[in-house]
């Protein structure tokens, strides 16, 4: 019985590109918003822009959070 771990069949195509999912998902819905038309394409444009928090950890304890605004390059 063959195992389906040895087999690259089973492997997904965007990790034998050498890519993660969240790479290969990012690059799936830009090409969807790109296609959109007015007004809808620069409505989710917007919504592309990811704000985030983030904490250093020192002795086991969080320090002061730093807000981190990334928007994808165009």
Not at 45 to 57: C, I, M
Request: aromatic letters at 10%; one cysteine or more.
């Amino acid at each position: 019985m063959a195992s389906a771990a040895g087999s690259s069949a089973a492997v997904p195509f965007w990790r034998a590109a050498g890519m993660t999912y969240i790479t290969y998902s990012n690059i799936c819905a830009s090409l969807v918003r790109n296609c959109l038309k007015e007004p809808y394409k620069t409505e989710a444009l917007t919504r592309e822009k990811v704000h985030f928090a983030v904490s250093k950890w020192a002795d086991g304890k969080p320090q002061k959070p730093t807000i981190r605004s990334d928007t994808p390059e165009e």
